[in-house]
């Protein structure tokens, strides 16, 4: 089982370009998550996902960012018009439904 | 949402030594998770404990959930156990509620 798996592990964008991130979950798992760690920081909690739907977005900005669960292949979140403060950690990690999380290794945007 | 507060906040331990890390939170929880993240930024799950005790080699957690707190023990720690020591916990919600971690150096 090859955990969760996330990428880029590192990203690099300019402002103004868009940023995508692939997570893959556990096998077996239909539950999705992204969280966002700033420097210092803990996790905030930004968009709950199962296939085809998005369950919870309370934690999701407004505007320029969006996350999808397709049928097939990995879940993304996508990040339009990236801004230094978009600068972070982005986790993502799956469950079965009632059961404790499990997280990727994370991807580290960097925006200049 | 649900307050989760976690101390010390900052720990430093000689090599061999023992620690215990609390973590209090303000509302009754179903799910509540240890995680270590290194170094390195990865963010490892100790235990998924939303009550009763749990051991795992070194490492070992209580939580009383009708007190609202839960307390993870580090015994003989050893310079690979730094890092940042974060709990989680859900009420049964979409989303697990983070402290801000417990940042733990273990100097040889």
């Known amino acids: 089982n090859a955990g969760v798996m996330q990428n880029p592990r590192h990203l690099v964008r300019r402002r103004g370009q868009e940023a995508r991130l692939r997570c893959s979950p556990m096998?077996?798992?239909?539950?999705v998550y992204w969280y966002r760690q700033l420097p210092e920081e803990g996790l905030k909690f930004m968009v709950y996902l199962q296939k085809e739907n998005i369950i919870d977005e309370s934690g999701m900005p407004k505007e320029r960012f969006s996350a999808e669960f397709p049928k097939e292949g990995p879940s993304i979140l996508r990040i339009q018009q990236v801004v230094r403060g978009d600068s972070a950690a982005y986790f993502c990690?799956?469950?079965?439904?009632?059961?404790?999380?499990?997280f990727g290794s994370g991807t580290r945007l960097t925006v200049v | 949402g649900i307050q989760v507060e976690q101390s010390p906040p900052d720990l430093i331990l000689q090599e061999g030594a023992n620690s215990t890390l609390r973590c209090n939170f303000s509302?009754?929880?179903?799910?509540l998770q240890w995680f270590h993240q290194n170094p390195w930024g990865q963010l490892i799950n100790l235990f998924y404990?939303?009550?009763g005790t749990k051991q795992n080699g070194r490492l070992s957690a209580t939580t009383v959930a009708t007190e609202r707190y839960s307390l993870l023990y580090i015994s003989s720690s050893q310079t690979t156990d730094s890092g940042v020591y974060f709990c989680a916990v859900s009420g049964g919600g979409n989303q697990f509620y983070f402290g801000t971690g417990t940042s733990l150096t273990v100097i040889p």
């Open positions: 404990i939303p009550s």
């Open positions: 990690a799956s469950s079965e439904q009632g059961k404790g999380y499990t």
């Open positions: 509302d009754s929880v179903n799910n």
């Open positions: 096998k077996g798992h239909s539950h």
